[in-house]
């Protein structure tokens, strides 16, 4: 995608509205999700859980502003705006200490 980052996290079987937190501090991206199910059958009780955490670093021009978040089918797609203006390499001076 043209102008941003994205980033896709596969986590099935979770409600994002309750399981899911994407947060972002210093140019890092955290995902944290964690999944509970219960199953019950007659006379049985099954839980299961999981929980899944990622910590990406973003890329310079990262607007964190503008940071979205979408769970469709499974899939979380974090989409991460970029600056339009490229950063150019610049040259340092090196100076002598005589």
Do not use: C, W
């Not at 009780?45 to 978040?69: C, H, K, M, N």
């Not at 974090?78 to 005589?98: D, F, I, L, N, Y």
Request: proline letters at 5%.
């Amino acid at each position: 995608m043209d102008g941003k980052y994205v980033i896709r996290a596969e986590i099935p079987g979770i409600d994002p509205a309750e399981d899911v937190e994407v947060s972002v501090h210093d140019g890092r991206l955290t995902i944290k999700a964690e999944r509970s199910e219960k199953h019950e059958e007659k006379g049985r009780s099954e839980f299961s859980y999981g929980s899944f955490v990622r910590t990406v670093s973003l890329p310079p021009g990262a607007q964190e502003d503008g940071i979205a978040a979408a769970y469709n089918r499974g899939i979380l797609t974090v989409t991460v705006p970029m600056s339009a203006s490229k950063s150019e390499a610049k040259r340092v001076e090196v100076t002598s200490g005589e």
